[in-house]
């Protein structure tokens, strides 16, 4: 195996863990939002608007999805 293939492999190794990282912490995120908005503004985490329209865009807890 070549060196440049040997690196290749550690960057996207590198690289997915980052993402697992990141995914891990956003979920948090989101549940910590969902609890503030639960206290401030119960009404939207009901709502069929905005944020309903942005989880199902993708953005909690799987990361954006096109």
Do not use: D, N
């Not at 492999?9 to 969902?34: F, G, M, N, V």
């Not at 609890?35 to 119960?42: D, E, M, R, S, T």
């Amino acid at each position: 195996m070549s060196a440049e293939h040997r690196m290749t492999i550690r960057a996207l190794r590198s690289t997915a863990q980052r993402i697992r990282h990141l995914q891990a912490e956003a979920r948090e995120l989101e549940k910590e939002l969902l609890q503030l908005v639960g206290q401030q503004a119960p009404e939207l985490t009901g709502a069929t608007g905005a944020w309903r329209t942005w989880s199902a865009a993708g953005w909690s807890c799987g990361g954006y999805r096109r």
